[in-house]
Structures are given as C-alpha cells and as structure tokens.
C-alpha cells in the first residue's frame, strides 16, 4: 500500500492557461506521462536514479509531449523533481508508478483519455459561468437571441451546442433542430416554420441548423426549385434585417472542416455503434459532393454575409478549440457584467474567421481551380 504525503494531500495544482498548446501541466496528467521519462539537462536520455542527483526537469518535445525511455527504476525517497516549474516529492511518484504497474495498456490509455477529457471540460467552465451569467441579463432586459449553427456534416454543430448549453438554465433556451418538412409543411411560407420556434423575451434559441438549409442543402441536393432558392436568397437579407429591428440579437455561426477530418469523423461513425444514427444518407454523399458545397458555400457568404448579419467562419478541425471560441464570440455579442475579468476573452483569429475573410481565401481557391468569380460548379 502506497504511503500517503500529507504535504501532498493539501497542495493545490491549478489548471493549466492552455494545456493542449503547451503540453499536459496538470500534476496528474504530468505524472502518468512522466512516470517512464527522465532526461537529463543536457538533453541526453539516462536512468532515474542518476537524473536524480539534485533537481532536474523533463523537457518535451516540440509538441509539448515528454521525452520518454523505459530506462525508468525505483525513485529514491527525499529527492525533488521540478515539473513545469513546480517541484514534486519523489515518493509522489513512486506511488504513481507503483500503482501505473498494476494498470494494463488499456488502463492506461482510458486514465490518461479521461484525465485530457477533464483537462478539457475544465478548460470551458470559466466561459460557461459567463455563459450563465450573459443568459441571466437577457432574461432581466427581455432581451431575445437566436444563433445559427450550420456548416459541413461532422463539423461539429451538435458538440458545440451542447457545450455551449450544458450549464444553462434550461426553462430560458432551447435547441431547434427541424426535419425534412411535412407535405403540408412544404406548402407554406419558408419561414413560416421556423418563426414558430423563435423565442421569447429573455429566451435563447440555438439552431441546429436553419433557414440556411435552403442555400446549401437543398440546393445540392436539388430538394427545392431554382425558383425557391433564388427567391430565397434575394429576400434573406431582408428577413434578418426586420429581426434586428425587433431587437432580436442574430448571431450566425458556420462551421468549417478539411475533406480529410470529415471522411474521418464519418469512418469513425460508421464503426461506432454510440454514433452511427449520425450518419445519414445526405451524409454518406458529402465527400462526393464536397466541391459542390464549397460553391454553395461562396454563393451564401457573398450575398448573406452583411455588415449588420455577418457570417463566422469556425475552424472546427479541433473541436474542443472551435467549442472555446464559439463562447468567447456570442459572449462578446451581449454587453452583460463579467464574472471574470481576467478571463481572456479574445477568439483566436486562426479559429474565428469573419465572412469577408473567408471570402478572399475562397477567391484564391477559385482562381487556383481556374473558376471566375460568376462560374458555377454544380
């Protein structure tokens, strides 16, 4: 049984600024890695015991990852090891090791998976407190607010929903995610369905999907006319204009992934029993499709994307960094009084992109395939 150090039972490690772009610094998640590791200051791997002599530091790699050897024996007892600027007792590690030993290989990985997921989750909790706090001010002004989430299949939307919803007060949100219309549906007005969700004074609604599927899917797809998608896109605007002058806060979200993180997230769907109902028909035609969408896409961002009803552009490779950014950009949409100060509220401009950015970097695609501004590709 592993002796327990009362010091270290009461010191407190606090969470790191920016894990997943320094390295793991958490003490946990730095002693699972660090328990066979041991480089000395020269940089030269070698033993435990002779690393120990007086304090040393494991260096990572350019990636922020230990250096590791299976080089690794009994830690001497009395001895400091300093880790990310932080000295840790040797037996602390001892008993990390000793009880690493008892673990399988797949012990291993599900402790380190959870301790990275914590990392994560913990990571989001300051913003999700503003979160809380932004939807307290709307609902004490009467204030309404609705945020479309749309983009490629498997871009992340539905993650990003729910994290940005997980702490909120539920009876003042909701989440609309609307299926293929009805036949009586398809008869009436085009926003007639989806006005009826729109929410009330002090109420959020978050679309999983919108309005907007008419610009992108639909047109794909050929499941409405080129009449309904061109009276579509000339009355949009308008629409959104007559929103904000009922003081409704319209915050438009469009999620962005590469053609490779797409067809991986969807290999991973199909093997996955917990994620397969993600995988629809449409889904399964998205790679075919993918230069059709990039078109569509151009279309929708060059006639939508206005100065009062802007487009954001969220790089969603990383999701956990597009779910962080996503809060940070509707947070910045509602002047309510901050909980943390110190918070650092700035979206990473690599993240975060405006509709008039995109646009350029779709001008530049364009001109590389050879395509003028006016030729259509589907």
């Given at each position: 049984?592993?002796?327990?150090?009362?010091?270290?039972?009461?010191?407190?490690?606090?969470?790191?600024?920016?894990?997943?772009?320094?390295?793991?610094?958490?003490?946990?998640?730095?002693?699972?890695?660090?328990?066979?590791?041991?480089?000395?200051?020269?940089?030269?791997q070698t033993s435990i015991p002779k690393a120990l002599s007086g304090e040393v530091s494991f260096p990572r790699d350019k990636r922020g990852r230990f250096i590791k050897t299976a080089d690794a024996v009994k830690l001497p007892v009395g001895k400091n090891i300093l880790i990310d600027g932080e000295l840790v007792p040797a037996e602390e590690l001892v008993g990390l090791?000793?009880?690493?030993?008892?673990?399988?290989?797949?012990?291993v990985s599900l402790v380190s998976t959870a301790i990275k997921r914590r990392i994560r989750e913990m990571q989001l909790m300051p913003f999700q407190a503003e979160l809380v706090q932004m939807q307290k001010y709307l609902i004490d002004n009467k204030l309404k607010m609705i945020i479309l989430f749309e983009g490629r299949d498997a871009a992340g939307k539905g993650g990003?929903?729910?994290?940005?919803?997980?702490?909120?007060?539920?009876?003042?949100?909701?989440?609309?995610?609307?299926?293929?219309?009805?036949?009586?549906?398809?008869?009436?007005?085009?926003?007639?369905?989806?006005?009826?969700?729109?929410?009330?004074?002090?109420?959020?609604?978050?679309?999983?999907?919108?309005?907007?599927?008419?610009?992108?899917?639909?047109?794909?797809?050929?499941?409405?006319?080129?009449?309904?998608?061109?009276?579509?896109?000339?009355?949009?605007?308008?629409?959104?204009?007559?929103?904000?002058?009922?003081?409704?806060?319209?915050?438009?979200?469009?999620?962005?992934?590469?053609?490779?993180?797409?067809?991986?997230?969807?290999?991973?769907?199909?093997?996955?029993?917990?994620?397969?109902?993600?995988?629809?028909?449409?889904?399964?035609?998205?790679?075919?499709?993918?230069?059709?969408?990039?078109?569509?896409?151009?279309?929708?961002?060059?006639?939508?994307?206005?100065?009062?009803?802007?487009?954001?552009?969220?790089?969603?490779?990383?999701?956990?960094?597009?779910?962080?950014?996503?809060?940070?950009?509707?947070?910045?949409?509602?002047?309510?009084?901050?909980?943390?100060?110190?918070?650092?509220?700035?979206?990473?401009?690599?993240?975060?992109?405006?509709?008039?950015?995109?646009?350029?970097?779709?001008?530049?695609?364009?001109?590389?395939?050879?395509?003028?501004?006016?030729?259509?590709?589907?």
């Open positions: 049984m592993v002796k327990k150090n009362p010091e270290s039972e009461s010191r407190q490690y606090p969470p790191p600024t920016d894990p997943l772009l320094t390295g793991t610094q958490n003490f946990a998640s730095a002693m699972l890695e660090a328990l066979q590791c041991c480089t000395s200051e020269d940089g030269s090791w000793r009880f690493h030993k008892q673990l399988s290989a797949k012990d990003t929903i729910r994290a940005v919803s997980r702490h909120m007060n539920q009876r003042h949100y909701r989440i609309v995610a609307l299926g293929k219309p009805t036949e009586r549906e398809a008869s009436h007005w085009y926003y007639q369905k989806f006005i009826s969700h729109f929410p009330s004074a002090g109420e959020i609604v978050l679309f999983d999907r919108s309005w907007y599927t008419r610009a992108m899917v639909e047109r794909v797809f050929g499941f409405c006319s080129h009449k309904d998608y061109k009276n579509f896109m000339l009355g949009v605007v308008n629409f959104e204009k007559d929103l904000l002058r009922h003081d409704i806060i319209l915050i438009k979200l469009y999620f962005s992934v590469t053609k490779e993180v797409q067809a991986a997230r969807f290999n991973r769907r199909k093997s996955d029993p917990l994620r397969q109902w993600k995988l629809s028909r449409v889904d399964m035609q998205a790679q075919d499709k993918w230069d059709e969408f990039t078109q569509v896409k151009y279309d929708m961002l060059k006639q939508t994307s206005v100065p009062f009803s802007p487009w954001y552009i969220l790089r969603s490779d990383n999701k956990h960094k597009a779910r962080l950014n996503t809060m940070k950009l509707i947070l910045s949409h509602v002047p309510y009084k901050k909980l943390n100060e110190e918070l650092d509220f700035v979206t990473d401009p690599e993240i975060v992109i405006s509709g008039a950015r995109e646009m350029e970097h779709l001008e530049a695609e364009r001109l590389r395939m050879g395509l003028e501004p006016t030729d259509v590709i589907v």
